[in-house]
């Protein structure tokens, strides 16, 4: 069985002390690939993944600001930004969008850097990881106008509808460990409604364990448990669900390369 967990926080102080015995759980478990999201502690640092992505042949990388970061962004932020996008291991954009919960930075600079990282996105013909929160219309609003490539809605808690719009914008939807949630019958029915040539895996480690592993500190490996229940949901077979959702994310963002080293 081979898997991708297509969104990471590796660089997570979380994972200091054992990232690499982490790292070879996932590998043990079937998880061939790890996209490594490099929005880490903002700017001015935005290499977290590249790092990460240059210490292992199976981890990829992305490159953006976080909207909770939205105001630590500067004209050198983009810049750089556009220079790091170039990397062979950078295969997307992300994670960008808004983030209404936290309002870590004013709504309005979310909104413009938000803008500007899509502008840099088509300009490289990158696919892009939206992070949503408390914030669906605005987020889709912006996508419509401004965004005609591909992207992943990470981390997707929506219901049919909002998986249907998403859908119809085009992009993939990655389900996590929220999928396995008792309480989240709403977005299992949203994995059942979505085309599987649409769906994607995730652990958003360290964060949001799947069951069995709820409140502990969440790692690639547990991609397994969230891929078990998609399954179960779907009625198809783990092995049919590890090959579509891996099939995708190669599709999105390997485009027929095989970025190493
Ligand atoms: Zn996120
Ligand atoms: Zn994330």
Redesign the pocket.
């Known amino acids: 069985m081979r898997l991708v967990d297509s969104h990471t926080h590796l660089d997570d102080a979380k994972f200091n002390e054992d990232r690499a015995a982490v790292i070879e759980r996932a590998r043990a478990a079937g998880v061939e690939r790890m996209l490594a999201i490099g929005t880490g502690s903002g700017p001015p640092d935005l290499e977290a993944a590249v790092r990460l992505a240059g210490d292992y042949p199976f981890v990829l990388a992305t490159v953006g600001v976080h909207p909770h970061d939205a105001a630590k962004a500067t004209g050198a932020t983009f810049e750089r930004l556009r220079e790091l996008a170039a990397h062979p291991k950078v295969v997307a954009i992300g994670?960008i969008g808004l983030d209404y919960h936290y309002d870590f930075s004013p709504r309005d600079v979310q909104r413009a850097v938000f803008s500007t990282q899509l502008a840099i996105a088509a300009e490289g013909a990158q696919p892009i990881v939206i992070?949503t929160r408390e914030a669906w219309e605005d987020t889709l609003e912006i996508l419509r106008r401004e965004w005609h490539g591909d992207g992943v809605m990470?981390?997707f808690t929506g219901d049919v509808t909002q998986a249907r719009q998403a859908l119809d914008a085009g992009f993939c939807l990655a389900f996590g460990g929220v999928l396995t949630f008792p309480k989240a019958e709403p977005v299992r029915e949203a994995a059942r409604f979505t085309p599987a040539d649409r769906l994607l895996l995730e652990t958003?480690c360290p964060y949001l364990a799947p069951v069995p592993h709820r409140g502990k500190r969440n790692e690639p490996a547990f991609v397994a448990e969230t891929a078990r229940r998609l399954a179960e949901v779907r009625a198809q077979s783990i092995e049919e669900v590890a090959a579509f959702t891996t099939a995708n994310f190669e599709r999105l963002c390997l485009r027929g390369r095989t970025p190493n080293g």
Do not use: A
Request: glycine content about 0%; charged content about 40%.
């Open positions: 994670e992070h990470h981390c958003d």
